[in-house]
């Protein structure tokens, strides 16, 4: 007696000892599978403690075979079972996961929300306030001579610029966040693309004294240009503020895989490694803070690009470089024939920048 159920114990102990390294083995799966699993491993394992007593009482050939349709029977329902209750208790953890990540989401969207207020209201105080001080002078005769006056007069259009711009960029933004960006796709180069947004940085970079370098090749790309050419334009104005004067702004471009991209290098000196994660943030700034008076904007520019980038199926990212950072943008590679009613890239950057 004692002989025939040390058998079956260490038979068990054994089975059960392999059906953890299986388990083990299985950690990553799904909760089914591991439900599954641990239900058969302690079937094998009482299977295994019964054929071995079976065996050990010498049991006919007939009530073995019973025994064992038995403990098949028995296995096959437990499985079942199991399927039906894993699949269910996976149900169960999936539907606490997505409301666990909606809350996460939503919190995330108010904070960037309160945040963007935030900012929008400290930044749109200032042009306001300039523009009131500056008509209230007018208003009261304080300016009289004619020059003050005409310099008054431009203070004014230019904050006035800077609210329009204000306005726009959270107008995107909307757009991006709402799901309201339609694309207008059409195939096009990476070098039609830089060819459109070059001329509106040039002047920016002309006053400052920085060169726009480099070039993008010929490869094609099914985007709506409108929309990417901005991406481009945000990347490098912002590439250009940034820059110390008389430095240089380079623009590179090429594949890598099946994936065309752009990139913007610039000579900022880098952005603190801290920074990097949070640089494409709603109102991100990080620091030094820009300069109130300028004609940056709110801050949005990256939070839009990176937006536009991701309803193309894209993807943007930022990296220390030797002498500043430099952003990526990266789209599935196409390989039909390019459009070609855009102008050269190198003679449209020549006439920029020239």
Not at 209 to 238: S, W, Y
Not at 270 to 299: N, S, Y
Not at 322 to 335: I, Y
């Amino acid at each position: 007696m004692t002989h025939m159920v040390f058998a079956s114990a260490l038979a068990t102990l054994g089975a059960g000892l392999l059906g953890s390294v299986v388990l083990w083995l299985l950690r990553e799966r799904s909760a089914v599978t591991a439900m599954t699993a641990t239900v058969l491993v302690a079937v094998l394992a009482a299977a295994t403690g019964v054929f071995v007593a079976a065996n050990q009482m010498f049991i006919s050939s007939h009530d073995a075979s019973v025994l064992g349709v038995i403990v098949a029977t028995a296995a096959v329902i437990g499985t079942a079972c199991a399927l039906a209750v894993g699949r269910r208790v996976a149900r169960v953890v999936e539907h606490h996961a997505r409301e666990a990540a909606d809350r996460e989401r939503e919190r995330a969207l108010e904070a960037s929300r309160r945040e963007l207020v935030a900012w929008m209201s400290h930044d749109l105080r200032s042009p306001l306030a300039g523009i009131r001080a500056m008509v209230e002078a007018l208003e009261d005769g304080v300016v009289a001579d004619q020059p003050t006056i005409e310099a008054y007069h431009q203070g004014i259009r230019a904050e006035a610029d800077r609210l329009a711009m204000m306005v726009d960029d959270l107008f995107e933004l909307s757009r991006v966040h709402s799901g309201r960006l339609m694309l207008r796709r059409q195939r096009v180069t990476l070098a039609d693309i830089v060819a459109q947004a070059v001329p509106t940085a040039a002047p920016l970079s002309a006053a400052r004294g920085i060169r726009l370098v480099g070039d993008a090749p010929d490869i094609p790309v099914n985007v709506d240009v409108r929309e990417v050419t901005r991406v481009m334009t945000n990347l490098l104005l912002n590439a250009i503020r940034h820059t110390h004067d008389s430095g240089a702004v380079r623009i590179l471009g090429g594949t890598t895989g099946e994936c065309a991209y752009f990139a913007v290098e610039d000579e900022c000196g880098g952005i603190p490694e801290a920074d990097l994660p949070r640089v494409f943030d709603v109102a991100f700034r990080g620091t030094p803070a820009r300069t109130p008076g300028t004609d940056e904007g709110a801050g949005l520019g990256l939070a839009i690009a990176r937006g536009i980038v991701e309803a193309h199926d894209g993807t943007i990212d930022v990296r220390n470089v030797d002498r500043g950072c430099r952003f990526t943008v990266r789209f599935p590679v196409q390989q039909a024939e390019p459009l070609s009613d855009f102008s050269d890239f190198e003679s449209d950057m020549q006439q920029a920048v020239g």
